[in-house]
C-alpha cells in the first residue's frame, strides 16, 4: 500500500493566489522529505530538501520566497506556492526515506497544479 | 555534477518481446542506483536499489544490473501491464540522499 500521501491531488487557482500542498508520511517518521516538480513529459527535478525542525535547503534557482516549505512534524511537509502564476503549474510530488536503508526514497502520488 | 542518461527515450514492444532499457551515470561516488516505475499522472512506484558492481535484482518479469557506468533493467516477456515511464536515480555519497533523475524511458506494450 501507499507508504507517502499528499493533497489534494488536483487544484486549480487563480493567478496571484497561494495554494498550499500537503505530504505525510504514513506509518513511519521522516525527519527530511523532497519535493520535486515534473512537467510534461519531463523528469523529476528537485526543488528542495524539506528538514523537521530546520529551514528547508533549496536547489539552485528555486526561489525559496515563492516556494514555502514547512515541516510541521515528522510525518507532514508542506509546500506553498505563493503569488503562483500560470508558469507555475506542474506536477508537484513529495518523497520521503524509509526503512532500513533510509536512502530508498517513497514517492507520493502527486499533485496536478493548473494556474489560471 | 551527478548525470544520468536514459535509452531509449521511448520503446514499443509487443507482448512477450523481452528487451532491455540503458541508464548511464556519472557520479562522483554511488551511493545507490534505483529504478522507479511511473504510470501517467501518478507519482513514481519504487521498484529496486543497486549498491554495487555486479549486483542483480529481480521482481516479476523486471530485472536490474549495474555496472560502474551503466544499469540495465530487462523486461522479460512483457506483459501491456508493463506499458508504464520507467525512471533510473542515482544517489551520490554524502549528498543527503538527493535523487538524480534520468529522462525515462516510456515503454509500451501491445497486446
Known amino acids: 500500500g501507499a507508504v507517502v500521501s499528499q493533497h489534494p491531488s488536483r487544484v486549480i487557482c487563480k493567478s496571484g493566489t497561494s495554494v498550499k500542498i500537503e505530504c505525510r508520511s504514513l506509518d513511519f517518521q521522516a525527519t527530511t522529505m523532497f519535493w520535486y516538480r515534473q512537467f510534461p513529459k519531463q523528469s523529476l527535478m528537485l526543488m528542495a530538501t524539506?528538514?523537521?525542525?530546520?529551514?528547508?535547503?533549496?536547489e539552485q534557482g528555486v526561489e525559496k520566497d515563492k516556494f514555502l516549505i514547512n515541516h510541521a512534524s515528522l510525518t507532514l511537509s508542506t509546500l506553498t506556492v505563493t503569488s503562483a502564476h500560470p508558469e507555475d503549474s506542474s506536477f508537484y510530488i513529495c518523497?520521503?526515506?524509509?526503512?532500513?536503508?533510509?536512502?530508498?526514497?517513497?514517492f507520493g502520488p502527486g499533485t496536478r497544479l493548473t494556474v489560471l | 555534477e551527478d548525470q544520468v542518461t536514459q535509452s531509449p527515450e521511448a520503446l514499443r514492444l509487443q507482448e512477450g518481446e523481452s528487451s532491455s532499457l540503458n541508464c548511464s551515470y556519472t557520479v562522483s561516488g554511488l551511493r545507490g542506483l534505483f529504478w522507479y516505475r511511473q504510470d501517467p499522472g501518478k507519482g513514481p512506484e519504487f521498484l529496486f536499489t543497486l549498491y554495487s558492481a555486479g549486483e542483480e535484482k529481480e521482481k516479476e518479469r523486471l530485472k536490474a544490473t549495474l555496472t560502474k557506468k551503466e544499469s540495465f533493467l530487462h523486461i522479460t516477456a512483457p506483459k501491456p501491464e508493463d506499458s508504464a515511464t520507467y525512471l533510473c536515480?542515482?544517489?551520490?555519497?554524502?549528498?543527503?540522499?538527493?535523487?538524480?533523475f534520468g529522462a525515462g524511458t516510456t515503454v509500451t506494450v501491445r497486446a
Open positions: 518523497s520521503a526515506p524509509r526503512g532500513a536503508n533510509t536512502d530508498t526514497q517513497y
Open positions: 536515480a542515482v544517489q551520490a555519497d554524502g549528498n543527503d540522499y538527493k535523487l538524480s
Open positions: 524539506s528538514n523537521e525542525g530546520s529551514k528547508a535547503t533549496y
